[in-house]
T-cell receptor, first 115, second 113 residues
Framework: AAGVIQSPRHLIKEKRETATLKCYPI?????VYWYQQGPGQDPQFLIS???????DKGSIPDRFSAQQFSDYHSELNMSSLELGDSALYFC??????????????FGPGTRLLVL | GENVEQHPSTLSVQEGDSAVIKCTYS??????FPWYKQELGKGPQLIID?????GEKKDQRIAVTLNKTAKHFSLHITETQPEDSAVYFC????????????FGSGTQLTVLP
């Protein structure tokens, strides 16, 4: 079965640079969630989108923004990167239309390292 | 907001024994409780979930129980195998104002051969 696809899988950036992470949800899933996971930590919810509209917002820094496009893929844009932004970034998808918005399937993640 | 506590943080069992991980949550509006297994360098994998209208759910060697009154839920793995070794996260999804998954702090399960 098709899973969530994330790209790139690894990314190295310098401080103050920008980064864009991409997420392709499971086919026919209309809801996308972004999470940040620091070393040895649990995933922290950043932001979610349902049917291309922002749905809920968690602990996302103002330096970060995200959107969901007409094909349901999503991009997380991170600007003015800081050392503390180094983490695993996961995207998860679910099917809100099927009434299972809360059942989330995670992608393999993007490992971001800020030097 | 929701707060999920998970215990123990580490758990070692002999192959074939059972493992139990416990979580508590604070938000009475939470109505969906998934469990994820995360292997090193990989994304969390949904292994079982339970909704608030059900007290117990089982899938082969894995079972989850939910006590809504006490606001706690548990994961039970029977006949553990070395490949069960991973970090396990419980989570709670609130249907209230903040519709999001809140995770517990994780349990590192090690199954000794």
């Amino acid at each position: 079965a098709a899973g969530v696809i994330q790209s790139p899988r690894h990314l190295i950036k310098e401080k103050r640079e920008t980064a864009t992470l991409k997420c392709y949800p499971i086919p026919r899933h209309d809801t996308v969630y972004w999470y940040q996971q620091g070393p040895g930590q649990d995933p922290q919810f950043l932001i979610s989108f349902y049917e291309k509209m922002q749905s809920d917002k968690g602990s996302i820094p103002d330096r970060f923004s995200a959107q969901q496009f007409s094909d349901y893929h999503s991009e997380l844009n991170m600007s003015s990167l800081e050392l503390g932004d180094s983490a695993l970034y996961f995207c998860a998808s679910s099917s809100g239309l099927a009434g299972n918005q809360e059942t989330q399937y995670f992608g393999p993640g993007t490992r971001l390292l800020v030097l | 907001g929701e707060n999920v506590e998970q215990h123990p943080s580490t758990l070692s069992v002999q192959e074939g024994d059972s493992a139990v991980i416990k979580c508590t949550y604070s938000d009475s509006a939470s109505n969906y409780f998934p469990w994820y297994k995360q292997e090193l360098g990989k994304g969390p994998q949904l292994i079982i979930d339970i909704r608030s209208n059900v007290g117990e759910k089982k899938d082969q060697r894995i079972a989850v129980t939910l006590n809504k009154t006490a606001k706690h839920f548990s994961l039970h793995i029977t006949e553990t195998q070395p490949e069960d070794s991973a970090v396990y996260f419980c989570a709670a999804f609130s249907s209230g104002s903040a519709r999001q998954l809140t995770f517990g702090s994780g349990t590192q399960l090690t199954v000794l051969p």
